[in-house]
């Protein structure tokens, strides 16, 4: 068996000059015959001289000196924690063996059992006892952590005192990953629902030092293990083409290796985004480093480079000698072929030629991408390292191609050294940190939905708003087609507060159309309209929608409690006005400026059961404080979630242009009326100017024809759509509730959509 990394992980006991000093020290004089301390001295004596001679890595690496010590290179490691008892190890033989790597000997691997049972043959009753008092003391001790449930039954604890940052939108995010990977000296761990090896992490790009695929290079020639994890597609129905991903990463250098998970065909995925660096730096959240996520607060719909030069400007080209590279000594483009994308208008295609376009910009505007990230240092950092470990030794032990030496298992690191950075990234804040994931056997080898049970608690637990963002909404329990209670959460809640007379909010933003290719000026298709059916009854058409409870029991006072929105923005275009939405990608809740989750997890039973997707996210709670307002009263709000909340809310509104805006109070009647209007002239204007789908005002298929039928204001009056777009405040607007109320959204039995299982789809 290998273990990857060993060398890079050893401390340098050795002084300077080492290599010039390889002499085996001379043995200690003895002491006098007779001295009462001659036993203790020579034990001493011993142990000093064979200290001395570990202090070298010239001896201390020499085989025979492990098998006289009867110890292995990985008790030199102190990264991997404190040293227990070490030695020969032999298991008792039958019983059947699973996969699942649980601890290692000299030159034998010992395997977990059906029963949870390991039996060592051992040569005495006190070696016996031995071990077992070693074992005990582990268990309770150093892995204690490892070996119980923790809260929201996570396989992680609450880690406090962790550094955390968020980050709005990918060009933060990727400009510190970016960052951080040139931090790398032993290991960086990747694993993403898509990876696009070209893609740009700092932008724009006028040379390729920021490029994906060029940094990890770089740091595998200086030594680096890059171990990156991807999900083996269905390739009948998804393009992310991660077959191209994994051979363009392995071609690099021999210190990159590259796994893809599952072989045999499933309906889930892995969706988990994160990068880690030397297992003390982690980065998770919604991003996958891809095509198409980068983005920041302008939200732009073009790319056509400086419109101020003379002539207009051309994309990069191909250079003669490397087609894969583009010459980006004068490039003004953020986003080069692939990148420039609309995923509604057409999915990605052909992701081997990286640089070519493959929708047009001069008549297609970009559909912007909002994404939240998060990292983690320190405690927390280690629990998302060992997540990925998990599932890198879990994939090793399962699939044949990989138990060879080429890929080795990897090794987490103690928690207890977890606490000394070498670096932390700027701008961080100390709060309590746990880590959640959704996992199952299929995925990890394990059960865990910790994600759901944190969402649910912290619902449940609110005292003044919630705040969600999220790709999907798709939730309240009908017990056969949708298990989450998510919203069933949220009904109570504000159920509970409209009882006690209590102010409570709850914000929630959406994608107005669900990710899919499709032509929505003819319904959008079976893919766009199944996600929609199900969107719909979770919010307000059912029996078990949250609006539907909601007015059975307070009538039209729900709209004091709630508000679903999405969001949209305008530029220029071909001469004149375009608009499109703002693709919502996140997966946050936002609980009293106080608990924050942000991960990979959408709000549907794929990503919150376990069973399903695997996913990963953080559950934030705030221990810093500041001053803030509630509800018009003096309030004590944490750091991290009221900057969060603020910054999100400043974008959304448009605060910039409203310098007296007060964001402070969320909950307050005066903001969140503001809140409320400031949606529905935002949508108003868009309809008017541009006759924007979805819309309220289609109420099924034969109305939508009639409806794009008109030619919008746009085009018919460039200048006077310019004039009243001055009057959009921000990008909210509301969430079309009524979009198409009179039709079956379900996709037909006889098509292909209607042939997959509905758990797809929820």
């Given at each position: 068996?290998?273990?990857?990394?060993?060398?890079?992980?050893?401390?340098?006991?050795?002084?300077?000059?080492?290599?010039?000093?390889?002499?085996?020290?001379?043995?200690?004089?003895?002491?006098?015959?007779?001295?009462?301390?001659?036993?203790?001295?020579?034990?001493?004596?011993?142990?000093?001289?064979?200290?001395?001679?570990?202090?070298?890595?010239?001896?201390?690496?020499?085989?025979?000196?492990?098998?006289?010590?009867?110890?292995?290179?990985?008790?030199?490691?102190?990264?991997?924690?404190?040293?227990?008892?070490?030695?020969?190890?032999?298991?008792?033989?039958?019983?059947?063996?699973?996969?699942?790597?649980?601890?290692?000997?000299?030159?034998?691997?010992?395997?977990?059992?059906?029963?949870?049972?390991?039996?060592?043959?051992?040569?005495?009753?006190?070696?016996?006892?031995?071990?077992?008092?070693?074992?005990?003391?582990?268990?309770?001790?150093?892995?204690?952590?490892?070996?119980?449930?923790?809260?929201?039954?996570?396989?992680?604890?609450?880690?406090?005192?962790?550094?955390?940052?968020?980050?709005?939108?990918?060009?933060?995010?990727?400009?510190?990953?970016?960052?951080?990977?040139?931090?790398?000296?032993?290991?960086?761990?990747?694993?993403?629902?898509?990876?696009?090896?070209?893609?740009?992490?700092?932008?724009?790009?006028?040379?390729?030092?920021?490029?994906?695929?060029?940094?990890?290079?770089?740091?595998?020639?200086?030594?680096?293990?890059?171990?990156?994890?991807?999900?083996?597609?269905?390739?009948?129905?998804?393009?992310?083409?991660?077959?191209?991903?994994?051979?363009?990463?392995?071609?690099?250098?021999?210190?990159?290796?590259?796994?893809?998970?599952?072989?045999?065909?499933?309906?889930?995925?892995?969706?988990?985004?994160?990068?880690?660096?030397?297992?003390?730096?982690?980065?998770?959240?919604?991003?996958?480093?891809?095509?198409?996520?980068?983005?920041?607060?302008?939200?732009?719909?073009?790319?056509?480079?400086?419109?101020?030069?003379?002539?207009?400007?051309?994309?990069?080209?191909?250079?003669?000698?490397?087609?894969?590279?583009?010459?980006?000594?004068?490039?003004?483009?953020?986003?080069?072929?692939?990148?420039?994308?609309?995923?509604?208008?057409?999915?990605?295609?052909?992701?081997?030629?990286?640089?070519?376009?493959?929708?047009?910009?001069?008549?297609?505007?970009?559909?912007?991408?909002?994404?939240?990230?998060?990292?983690?240092?320190?405690?927390?950092?280690?629990?998302?390292?060992?997540?990925?470990?998990?599932?890198?030794?879990?994939?090793?032990?399962?699939?044949?191609?990989?138990?060879?030496?080429?890929?080795?298992?990897?090794?987490?690191?103690?928690?207890?050294?977890?606490?000394?950075?070498?670096?932390?990234?700027?701008?961080?804040?100390?709060?309590?940190?746990?880590?959640?994931?959704?996992?199952?056997?299929?995925?990890?080898?394990?059960?865990?939905?910790?994600?759901?049970?944190?969402?649910?608690?912290?619902?449940?637990?609110?005292?003044?708003?919630?705040?969600?963002?999220?790709?999907?909404?798709?939730?309240?329990?009908?017990?056969?087609?949708?298990?989450?209670?998510?919203?069933?959460?949220?009904?109570?809640?504000?159920?509970?507060?409209?009882?006690?007379?209590?102010?409570?909010?709850?914000?929630?933003?959406?994608?107005?159309?669900?990710?899919?290719?499709?032509?929505?000026?003819?319904?959008?298709?079976?893919?766009?309209?199944?996600?929609?059916?199900?969107?719909?009854?979770?919010?307000?058409?059912?029996?078990?929608?949250?609006?539907?409870?909601?007015?059975?029991?307070?009538?039209?006072?729900?709209?004091?409690?709630?508000?679903?929105?999405?969001?949209?923005?305008?530029?220029?275009?071909?001469?004149?006005?375009?608009?499109?939405?703002?693709?919502?990608?996140?997966?946050?809740?936002?609980?009293?400026?106080?608990?924050?989750?942000?991960?990979?997890?959408?709000?549907?039973?794929?990503?919150?059961?376990?069973?399903?997707?695997?996913?990963?996210?953080?559950?934030?709670?705030?221990?810093?404080?500041?001053?803030?307002?509630?509800?018009?009263?003096?309030?004590?709000?944490?750091?991290?979630?009221?900057?969060?909340?603020?910054?999100?809310?400043?974008?959304?509104?448009?605060?910039?242009?409203?310098?007296?805006?007060?964001?402070?109070?969320?909950?307050?009647?005066?903001?969140?009326?503001?809140?409320?209007?400031?949606?529905?002239?935002?949508?108003?204007?868009?309809?008017?100017?541009?006759?924007?789908?979805?819309?309220?005002?289609?109420?099924?298929?034969?109305?939508?024809?009639?409806?794009?039928?008109?030619?919008?204001?746009?085009?018919?009056?460039?200048?006077?759509?310019?004039?009243?777009?001055?009057?959009?405040?921000?990008?909210?607007?509301?969430?079309?509730?009524?979009?198409?109320?009179?039709?079956?959204?379900?996709?037909?039995l006889s098509s292909k959509e209607g042939m997959i299982p509905l758990e797809v789809w929820t």
């Amino acid at each position: 068996m290998s273990l990857l990394p060993l060398a890079r992980f050893a401390v340098a006991y050795a002084p300077a000059g080492e290599a010039a000093n390889r002499e085996i020290p001379s043995l200690p004089r003895a002491v006098p015959e007779g001295s009462t301390r001659q036993a203790a001295s020579r034990q001493r004596y011993l142990e000093n001289y064979l200290n001395h001679l570990l202090a070298m890595s010239f001896y201390r690496n020499y085989h025979a000196m492990t098998e006289f010590l009867e110890v292995s290179q990985l008790s030199f490691i102190t990264d991997l924690g404190p040293k227990g008892l070490e030695g020969v190890i032999r298991k008792r033989s039958g019983g059947h063996r699973v996969p699942g790597l649980t601890c290692c000997g000299r030159d034998q691997v010992c395997y977990r059992w059906s029963k949870r049972s390991l039996i060592l043959k051992c040569s005495s009753y006190r070696q016996a006892r031995w071990w077992g008092q070693e074992i005990t003391e582990l268990a309770q001790g150093p892995g204690r952590d490892f070996l119980q449930l923790h809260r929201h039954d996570s396989y992680a604890p609450p880690r406090p005192g962790s550094l955390a940052r968020w980050f709005v939108n990918g060009a933060g995010y990727f400009a510190a990953v970016a960052d951080a990977i040139l931090r790398a000296q032993e290991e960086i761990f990747v694993t993403d629902w898509w990876l696009s090896p070209e893609v740009y992490l700092k932008r724009p790009a006028h040379s390729d030092d920021w490029r994906l695929d060029s940094m990890l290079k770089r740091k595998a020639e200086e030594g680096v293990r890059v171990s990156v994890l991807l999900f083996k597609e269905v390739e009948l129905a998804l393009s992310i083409n991660s077959g191209y991903s994994k051979r363009a990463l392995m071609l690099l250098h021999p210190n990159i290796k590259v796994m893809r998970h599952p072989d045999q065909m499933t309906l889930w995925a892995h969706h988990e985004k994160l990068l880690v660096v030397d297992q003390v730096v982690a980065f998770l959240g919604g991003l996958d480093l891809a095509y198409g996520r980068w983005d920041d607060f302008h939200y732009r719909l073009t790319d056509l480079g400086d419109s101020s030069e003379s002539a207009a400007p051309q994309p990069p080209t191909l250079c003669p000698d490397s087609p894969a590279t583009p010459d980006l000594s004068h490039n003004q483009y953020f986003w080069l072929g692939k990148d420039y994308s609309n995923l509604i208008t057409k999915d990605w295609v052909q992701l081997d030629r990286p640089f070519e376009d493959f929708i047009d910009r001069e008549t297609t505007p970009r559909m912007p991408w909002r994404d939240i990230g998060m990292v983690v240092h320190g405690p927390p950092a280690r629990d998302v390292a060992r997540h990925f470990i998990q599932r890198w030794n879990f994939t090793k032990t399962t699939k044949v191609k990989y138990k060879t030496p080429m890929y080795s298992y990897l090794l987490p690191k103690s928690s207890s050294t977890a606490s000394k950075l070498p670096f932390t990234l700027p701008g961080a804040q100390c709060a309590t940190v746990q880590v959640l994931r959704s996992v199952d056997r299929w995925s990890a080898g394990t059960l865990e939905n910790s994600i759901l049970n944190a969402y649910l608690h912290t619902i449940r637990e609110s005292k003044h708003f919630l705040y969600i963002e999220n790709q999907f909404f798709i939730s309240c329990s009908d017990g056969r087609m949708v298990l989450n209670k998510v919203g069933d959460e949220i009904v109570d809640r504000i159920l509970k507060a409209h009882k006690q007379g209590e102010c409570f909010r709850v914000y929630v933003l959406l994608p107005l159309l669900p990710g899919f290719e499709g032509d929505i000026s003819t319904g959008g298709g079976n893919s766009i309209q199944a996600i929609l059916h199900f969107t719909y009854r979770t919010l307000c058409r059912g029996e078990y929608s949250i609006l539907h409870r909601l007015k059975a029991a307070m009538g039209t006072a729900w709209r004091d409690y709630m508000s679903i929105c999405g969001l949209r923005t305008h530029g220029e275009l071909g001469g004149h006005p375009v608009s499109e939405l703002i693709y919502i990608h996140s997966k946050m809740l936002i609980a009293d400026d106080r608990t924050v989750i942000i991960g990979s997890a959408n709000i549907n039973d794929r990503s919150l059961l376990g069973k399903r997707d695997s996913e990963l996210a953080v559950l934030i709670e705030d221990t810093e404080m500041e001053p803030s307002l509630m509800n018009g009263v003096e309030y004590q709000a944490g750091r991290f979630a009221l900057s969060l909340r603020k910054h999100c809310f400043s974008v959304i509104l448009g605060a910039d242009a409203q310098p007296d805006l007060d964001l402070r109070d969320p909950v307050c009647d005066d903001f969140f009326q503001l809140w409320q209007e400031t949606a529905e002239n935002n949508a108003n204007i868009y309809e008017q100017i541009f006759r924007c789908l979805p819309s309220n005002a289609i109420h099924s298929i034969r109305a939508l024809r009639e409806y794009v039928a008109v030619e919008p204001l746009a085009l018919v009056s460039p200048p006077l759509a310019r004039s009243e777009l001055t009057k959009v405040k921000g990008h909210l607007v509301h969430f079309p509730l009524r979009f198409l109320e009179d039709e079956s959204l379900l996709p037909p039995l006889s098509s292909k959509e209607g042939m997959i299982p509905l758990e797809v789809w929820t």
